[in-house]
């Protein structure tokens, strides 16, 4: 690390005191000491074993320097340019080798403890995120391995490569890698064969769609991952004997143990599997064993393992694995534990003196890797009120159980907000109406308190890191006299130890964002994001701007854009609605890194009206779903959803005519757990009263193509419907109420933990009817077919990962709906069946479960008659015992499925096939851990849905050409952004599509000449040189073949050539069976008539069916000021008071300014 300041003054001080402490001890003739002074500290002091050969690390000059009689005599290394040096790494198992690592691919390495040095390659630039570059293998100092990077501009993608014989040539290991080893890193470690103790290697490997390391998984190969038929040979350890493990974050070898540390969402505790034999089962005692014993008693028992049958390997001296061991009668279980009854049970607990009719519910979510079984909810008596606010009990009660029992918490405080933290679900904060605030970190098991730094005000005043649990930003009123009169604003304080100190930030500030993340290395992890006032005043005319800062604004503070009305956050993307002063209107901008920003540019003839708002959407990897509102009369409200280029700025029209409502929250909707699944509502028109006629359509490739939902045949009771049609139009179809319509806006369609499955209630028909008439629908294969499943509308929830959907009568203000019993299926809505859970009949208000649909136990929400409000918990586990289990080979409890576009023969969707786990409907059997349902993924060949264009879209005459003012993909822009590329192809208006995983095929991208890169002439030179035999066979033989057939096809088919357009036709085949050619055209920008640049990651814990926005107006907890931020649809809370919104000095969601105002 480099010092400077208050470092650099204590580094000149110790330099004082060694010259001093030398005088004195050569009066005494100690021992002869040398000393030796540099600019900087001497850092990464290492020794060469058995030698006084010394190496340092000046990392301010970025040399390495070398004393060869124990540190008398210093010089810098031979044979090294100078400041190259990023890293410096001793060898681990030989002591005369040591590296020098640049920010390069090329290095420097050393065989004679450093005095001489010799430059090779390790085929990747040096990962900027991994603190151990280098792995060493114990048994063969030639054998290492690199951990480098792959970058495309600002994106990264860690890889790892590996030498054989000390980098005199370095192989690709493999790619998306979040670290490598060798098995054998340890003398002591051995896999008990001398050939896997040789070749074994250990990955990290990411997920091939998540970027997140919840979802980062464990594999080992032992041909260094090589393809044999097309397939990578890779197994995944068994780690905990039972099923693969997810979220694995690093591994360490340990003498002869091989250690693996995993994390999963929503809790920062860790798992460590270090290969021992865990109790899975009760242990049985022997006859006669603990009869009359007493709970310490011990007897001889298993000891978990046992010798395979068959296996005749020769046992060793000494004790066995086998062998028995001490047990304690106390665990002892002599006989099995009762079956399952088959039965579902019903838990009640009234609420006392509760008058309020909604309740807000916190489910304090476990992660994987937490050593906790208990679900806790945490709940309190609400009621919203029309303008958004929400009127609250003080009472806050607690379960762990999930609704079977229920106590108070907190209850001397008057607790004013609360809220859970955004990424790690153990911790909550209460805020009261004073400066004290209290939290749990233990998932409500323990409290704490600490004094906040100003008043909390209105809305939320917390923000979260997504990676440091104790980092908090606190954004509070205070208020104070100037110029004699009380003066008051928003304060931003930061604090990094969970509230116990804090430290202002910025005054005059409207709210603040961690942007910085361990996933966005672009990047840096203390980046904040604020939206403040340019000047410290309340005056009218004070612009709000967008500061940040990658020092808590402690030294680093920059202002990124001015004359901005708000900004919001979503996945990689920080997009920012700006006053655009010469169109009086707003202008939209993104940024990637938090410190540049980028004019959004929308398609070609798309008119934003100087009177805008802008909404950003369910966004998916490297894209933007951005909402144009165009129409902003209120109550025909609606607006165009744009779909943006892999960083932000280039758009393209993904559907017109969206309906919104009155506060621009979108009929749009991504289905969770799936890729490029998409439901909207769209306008069509008006109906003789004024009101708004909406139609649902359906797109299976993230916004590209639109159809129609094809409706059922008959309804639940087999009566046929008044129209039919077999895939739905304009006529007949299925439409259903969306997100606008939805009292709870939590209730989505789908769930994470469901791959496929859909709820939804609607009508058959031309249009959307009235709600009073809605029936209920669901469908099993994402939405490509539907059928009815309940006359009415009724309110879904999924548990035990879809393998239990339970139905209850929606209810409303207006329509208590009555009952005592409700209906699920286990078998994917196969058939229903009925379960009575009160005597008489009650309103059911809401049906909750834990978000991800994990679990068999769920929440009735529900009022009396005579007006008591309680909960009931409805216990689905006594429907079996037995867990579901998915062996290599042999009879297993789940499929595969694949979903399927209804437009396409293939089922290829942004260059692969992705397959599905699902439980088969026949097994009663329930999941004992989170399914990974993306089981498989398998690549397809590249077709034109592979890619979009840049800087070309469709002008008014369907021709394919640059936007006005715009430039191509230049020679040095794609050579810069790709450090590694040899050449680059003329453009052709076509680029790959940034997360597209096809290989081959038809690349659009690489149909016109190449040329080489500057500075890699000599290298492409090589890769494209070719000799005079090979051009004589490949030009001058295929010129007379060609003049033939080309005569042929000319006199044949010469009269159908003609101008070639977008649109018709999604392949390249001319009807002539004989002629092929390439379209130099772009995929459409208006249309939409192939593949936009975005790949739907159900995978993305936080951007999963996240729908965010900066809104005006409205929205607090209380009275309608502030603001609940959020970045998933699980943060949603019931009513409009739980969507973010800003001070009640706002009015846009993003945008919607009036003339004045602008």
Same mark, same amino acid.
């Given at each position: 690390m480099r010092i400077r300041g208050r470092g650099a003054a204590s580094w000149r001080t110790l330099l004082f005191v060694l010259s001093w402490t030398t005088t004195t001890w050569a009066k005494d003739d100690g021992p002869t000491i040398k000393v030796s002074k540099f600019k900087h500290p001497p850092l990464n002091m290492n020794y060469f074993e058995d030698s006084d050969v010394v190496l340092f690390h000046d990392m301010s000059e970025n040399n390495i320097y070398r004393s060869d009689d124990a540190g008398v005599s210093w010089g810098k290394v031979a044979g090294v340019p100078d400041g190259v040096a990023y890293t410096m790494t001793m060898h681990e198992f030989d002591n005369s080798r040591a590296f020098i690592?640049?920010?390069?691919?090329?290095?420097?390495?050393?065989?004679?403890?450093?005095?001489? *040095?010799?430059?090779?390659?390790?085929?990747?630039q040096t990962s900027r995120y991994r603190d151990q570059i280098l792995s060493f293998h114990a048994g063969d100092p030639d054998r290492v391995i690199f951990n480098g990077m792959d970058c495309a501009g600002i994106f990264c993608n860690e890889v790892a490569t590996y030498t054989t014989n000390n980098f005199k040539e370095a192989k690709t290991l493999r790619g998306s890698t979040e670290g490598c080893w060798w098995a054998k890193s340890s003398e002591l470690f051995t896999t008990g064969k001398d050939d896997l103790d040789r070749q074994r290697v250990l990955c990290i490997g990411a997920d091939s769609i998540s970027p997140f390391k919840e979802d980062q998984r464990l594999f080992i190969s032992d041909n260094f991952f090589e393809k044999v038929d097309g397939k990578v040979q890779q197994f995944e350890p068994n780690l905990d004997t039972n099923h693969g493990i997810q979220g694995v974050v690093n591994l360490a070898v340990v003498k002869k143990y091989l250690l693996v540390a995993t994390t999963s969402i929503n809790t920062d505790e860790m798992s460590l599997f270090d290969g021992e034999c865990e109790k899975a089962g009760p242990i049985v005692a022997p006859d006669e064993a603990c009869k009359s014993a007493g709970p310490d008693t011990t007897f001889k028992g298993s000891s978990g393992w046992r010798l395979i049958p068959g296996n005749t390997c020769k046992r060793k001296d000494g004790s066995q694995k086998d062998d028995p061991v001490d047990r304690k009668c106390s665990d002892v279980v002599n006989s099995p534990a009762p079956p399952a009854s088959g039965d579902i049970t019903a838990t009640q607990h009234i609420f006392k003196d509760t008058k309020l009719n909604d309740f807000e519910k916190i489910y304090l979510e476990r992660g994987d890797s937490s050593s906790d079984s208990d679900e806790t909810v945490i709940a309190r008596a609400v009621e919203y009120e029309n303008?958004?606010? =929400?009127?609250?009990?003080?009472?806050?009660?607690?379960?762990?159980?999930?609704?079977?029992? *229920?106590?108070?918490?907190?209850?001397?405080?008057?607790?004013?907000?609360?809220?859970?933290?955004?990424?790690?679900?153990?911790?909550?904060?209460?805020?009261?109406?004073?400066?004290?605030? *209290?939290?749990?970190?233990?998932?409500?098991?323990?409290?704490?308190? !600490?004094?906040?730094?100003?008043?909390?005000?209105?809305?939320?005043?917390?923000?979260?890191?997504?990676?440091?649990?104790?980092?908090?930003?606190?954004?509070?009123?205070?208020c104070e006299k100037v110029d004699g009169k009380e003066q008051c604003f928003k304060e931003a304080s930061i604090s990094r130890d969970r509230g116990d100190n804090w430290r202002t930030a910025l005054r005059y500030v409207q709210k603040c964002e961690f942007t910085g993340r361990s996933t966005y290395k672009f990047r840096d992890m203390r980046q904040i994001v604020c939206l403040t006032h340019k000047r410290e005043d309340n005056e009218s005319d004070n612009p709000k701007v967008i500061v940040s800062s990658n020092d808590f604004f402690e030294e680093d503070k920059q202002v990124r854009e001015s004359n901005v009305k708000d900004f919001a956050t979503m996945a990689e993307f920080i997009v920012v609605a700006a006053e655009d002063k010469e169109q009086k209107g707003l202008r939209a901008l993104a940024s990637l890194d938090g410190e540049t920003y980028a004019a959004a540019h929308f398609p070609y003839n798309f008119e934003v009206s100087h009177q805008n708002a802008y909404t950003v959407l369910d966004s998916s990897t490297h894209a933007v779903n951005l909402f144009v509102a165009t129409q902003l009369e209120k109550n025909q409200r609606q607006g165009s959803v744009l779909k943006s280029n892999s960083n932000g700025t280039s758009y393209v029209m993904s559907a017109p005519k969206v309906n919104c409502d009155n506060n621009y929250f979108v009929d749009f909707e991504k289905i969770i757990g799936l890729e490029g699944v998409v439901l909207i509502n769209s306008v069509t028109g008006k109906d003789k009263k004024g009101n708004k006629i909406l139609r649902t359509e359906i797109s299976h490739n993230d916004g590209s193509q639109w159809a129609y939902l094809p409706p059922p045949k008959a309804d639940v009771n087999g009566k046929a419907y008044g129209c039919s049609s077999t895939y739905g139009d304009e006529k007949c179809a299925l439409h259903l109420?969306?997100?606008?319509?939805?009292?709870?806006?939590?209730?989505? !369609?789908?769930?994470?933990?469901?791959?496929?499955? =859909?709820?939804g209630y609607g009508n058959i028909g031309s249009s959307l009817g009235p709600i009073?008439?809605?029936?209920?629908? =669901?469908?099993?294969?994402?939405?490509?077919?539907?059928?009815?499943?309940?006359?009415?509308? *009724?309110?879904?929830?999924?548990?035990?990962?879809g393998s239990i959907v339970v139905l209850v009568p929606r209810s409303t203000e207006d329509e208590k709906a009555k009952t005592k019993s409700i209906s699920y299926t286990t078998n994917e809505g196969k058939d229903w069946k009925d379960f009575e859970f009160s005597q008489e009949e009650v309103t059911i208000l809401d049906i909750t479960s834990i978000r991800t649909g994990s679990s068999r136990?769920? /929440? /009735?929400?529900?009022?009396?008659?005579?007006?008591?409000?309680?909960?009931?918990?409805?216990?689905?586990?006594?429907?079996?015992?037995?867990?579901c289990v998915n062996p290599e080979s042999g009879d297993s409890d789940y499929y595969l499925w694949s979903p399927t576009h209804p437009l396409q023969d293939n089922e290829c969707l942004f260059g692969h096939v992705s397959k599905y786990l699902r439980k088969k409907t026949d097994r009663n059997c329930y999941n004992d851990h989170r399914i990974e349902h993306l089981y498989a993924i398998s690549n397809c060949t590249c077709t034109r849905a592979d890619y979009d264009d840049y800087n070309f879209e469709l002008d008014p005459h369907k021709q394919c050409s640059l936007v006005p003012g715009k430039k191509p993909l230049s020679a040095e822009q794609y050579c810069k952004e790709n450090p590694d590329a040899v050449s680059y192809y003329e453009p052709t208006g076509y680029r790959r599509i940034p997360l597209t995983t096809c290989v081959g095929g038809t690349?659009?991208?690489?149909?016109?000449?190449?040329?080489?890169?500057?500075?890699?002439?000599?290298?492409?030179?090589?890769?494209?040189?070719?000799?005079?035999?090979? @051009?004589?066979?490949?030009?001058? @033989?295929?010129?007379?073949?060609?003049?033939?057939v080309g005569w042929w096809v000319w006199r044949n088919y010469g009269s159908q050539f003609g101008q070639i357009r977008l649109g018709e036709s999604s392949g390249f085949d001319n009807d002539a069976p004989w002629v092929k050619y390439p379209v130099i055209a772009v995929s459409a920008a208006v249309a939409v008539v192939a593949a936009l640049p975005l790949l739907g990651s159900a995978l993305w814990r936080t951007a999963s069916s996240a729908y965010e926005r900066v809104s005006g107006g409205g929205g607090s907890w209380l009275n309608g000021g502030g603001q609940r931020r959020f970045t998933t649809r699980d943060s949603f809370a019931r009513g409009r008071g739980d969507y973010a919104s800003v001070d009640d000095d706002e009015g846009e969601l993003l945008g919607d300014d009036s003339d004045e105002e602008v």
């Open positions: 690592i640049t920010d390069r691919r090329e290095h420097f390495k050393t065989t004679d403890r450093g005095k001489s *040095w010799e430059k090779f390659d390790s085929g990747a303008d958004g606010s =929400m009127r609250v009990e003080q009472r806050v009660y607690r379960t762990r159980d999930h609704g079977k029992k *229920w106590d108070e918490i907190l209850e001397k405080e008057e607790i004013r907000g609360i809220y859970p933290h955004q990424y790690f679900k153990d911790a909550v904060f209460f805020t009261t109406k004073s400066r004290k605030v *209290w939290y749990t970190i233990d998932r409500a098991e323990h409290f704490h308190e !600490f004094e906040a730094p100003s008043d909390p005000g209105s809305g939320n005043p917390l923000s979260f890191h997504p990676d440091k649990k104790d980092w908090l930003i606190w954004v509070g009123q205070k109420h969306h997100y606008t319509e939805r009292l709870d806006k939590k209730k989505t !369609f789908s769930a994470a933990s469901v791959a496929g499955l =859909m709820f009073e008439e809605a029936d209920t629908f =669901m469908t099993t294969d994402a939405g490509i077919t539907w059928k009815s499943v309940k006359k009415g509308a *009724w309110t879904w929830q999924y548990g035990d990962q136990n769920f /929440l /009735l929400w529900c009022r009396s008659s005579d007006g008591k409000t309680f909960s009931v918990n409805l216990d689905f586990t006594g429907l079996t015992d037995r867990p690349e659009l991208d690489k149909i016109s000449e190449a040329h080489p890169c500057k500075g890699k002439e000599e290298e492409f030179e090589k890769l494209r040189g070719t000799s005079g035999v090979a @051009i004589f066979f490949a030009v001058v @033989i295929p010129i007379g073949i060609a003049a033939a």
